[in-house]
C-alpha cells in the first residue's frame, strides 16, 4: 500500500501529522512516520484507542484562513448518510457516512465541504460525545 497522509488527533489533544500504509479500520494499531522523520525512519505505533479522529489529508498545512462549511450546498451530490458528530471537546464534523454503528469502535465520515482539507476522517467512536442524522 502507498504511504498516505493523515493528521491523527489523540483523545488527550495531541497531534501527529505523517504518512501510514497500514491503518485499517478494524485493528487496534497502526504505524505512522512523522511527516518531519527520515523517509527510512520505521514510525511510531498508535494505538487507535488513544485517539480521536484520524484525518486523512491532501496536505499537512490546509489553509489555516479557511472557514469550512458545516452544511451541505443546496444541489451538492452525496454519497451515504448525511450526519453531524460533536466530539467531547465540543468540535463538530457534518459529512457523509456509510456505515455508522455506535457499537464499533469507529466510522468514516467524508466531509460535506468539498473544499475541506480532509478528504476522510476515521472517527473513534468513543470520542463522540453527540451524533444526529440529517435531512
Not at 16 to 41: C, H, Q, S
Not at 43 to 57: D, I, P, Q, R, S
Not at 108 to 133: H, K, Q
Request: charged share 25%.
Amino acid at each position: 500500500m502507498e504511504p498516505v497522509k493523515v493528521i491523527m488527533r489523540f483523545a488527550n489533544g495531541r497531534l501527529i501529522k505523517g504518512y501510514t500504509r497500514d491503518f485499517y479500520p478494524n485493528k487496534p494499531l497502526f504505524r505512522v512516520r512523522p511527516a518531519d522523520a527520515d523517509p527510512t525512519d520505521a514510525g511510531v505505533e498508535v494505538f487507535v484507542k488513544e485517539l480521536k479522529a484520524v484525518f486523512f489529508v491532501k496536505d499537512f498545512t490546509g489553509n489555516p484562513e479557511y472557514n469550512e462549511r458545516k452544511d451541505f450546498a443546496g444541489n451538492q451530490q452525496s454519497v451515504g448518510r448525511k450526519m453531524e458528530v460533536t466530539f467531547s471537546d465540543g468540535e463538530v464534523l457534518v459529512g457523509t457516512t456509510m456505515g455508522h454503528d455506535p457499537k464499533r469502535p469507529g466510522f468514516f465520515l467524508y466531509p460535506a465541504d468539498p473544499e475541506s482539507n480532509a478528504l476522510r476522517v476515521f472517527i473513534i467512536s468513543a470520542a463522540v460525545s453527540s451524533f444526529r442524522y440529517l435531512k
